[in-house]
């Protein structure tokens, strides 16, 4: 059943191709038009990677490791990895909010981020 365009009560899953990412849960993602951009999350470790699904072509959703720009060594110190962050677009640039980094066993804690990048 079609409800403003989207289906209501169906699953639907795709096969996808290209440098799929490990399985993952908490990662951040934003789509923008037909990408899918995700970032970090954890599974057997954290992850620190920045992803893109490409699904511009119907039912063949490639994904792909971004790489950083030659403009990286403007950009302040790389995130790292963490797990449960906000992803978003503001102004052509994907920002990233907070999130958990890895276990401080003498805490026993995560480290909390609060930083905007």
């Known amino acids: ?17 290209g440098q799929t990412p490990d399985t993952r849960e908490g990662m951040s993602m934003v789509s923008i038009g037909k990408d899918v951009y995700m970032y970090g999350g954890q599974g057997r470790t954290m992850f620190d990677d920045l992803r893109l699904l490409d699904c511009s072509k119907l039912h063949q959703y490639v994904w792909s ?29 994907l920002v990233l909010f907070g999130g958990n980094g890895p276990y401080i066993s003498h805490i026993k804690s995560r480290r909390a981020y609060y930083d905007i990048l």
């Open 1 to 17: 059943m079609k409800q403003d365009g989207f289906l209501k009560g169906a699953w639907e899953s795709y096969e996808q191709f």
């Open 65 to 93: 490791l971004v790489e950083p720009s030659s403009e990286a060594d403007t950009v302040p110190d790389h995130p790292g990895p963490r797990t449960a962050s906000v992803l978003c677009r503001y102004n052509q640039k």
